[in-house]
Nanobody, 115 residues
């Protein structure tokens, strides 16, 4: 079992920055990838960025060049630095991790971009 706890959401103005963090606990050694997803009202949940252990990093086209995913293996955390934010980035952001047997979701953290 893996437990995830997100933090760092909030309100930011257009053009501003915000950093999300997700702390993993439990069966950490079984994690093979970590990712951030988001879901805006009335829309499907979508992948924002993912990082595979010892492997590549992937970004959604809509955030490439503005968002940066990073992982700290020593602290068992994954972060998402969000810059040049727009109102279209407003959503509930979820941390996701995958082990060899199943996937786990965090509870979500709200990000609102508005003036």
């Amino acid at each position: 079992q893996v437990q995830l706890m997100e933090s760092g959401g909030g309100l930011v103005q257009p053009g501003g920055s915000l950093r999300l963090s997700c702390a993993a606990s439990g069966s950490i050694s079984s994690i093979i990838s970590m990712a951030w997803y988001r879901q805006a009202p009335g829309k499907q949940r979508e992948l924002v960025a993912s990082i595979i252990t010892g492997g590549p990093i992937n970004y959604a086209a809509s955030v490439k060049g503005r968002f940066t995913i990073s992982r700290d293996n020593a602290k068992n955390t994954v972060g998402l630095q969000m810059d040049s934010m727009t109102p279209e980035d407003t959503a509930l952001y979820y941390c996701y991790t995958r082990t060899v047997t199943k996937g786990y979701w965090g509870q979500g953290t709200q990000v609102t971009v508005s003036s």
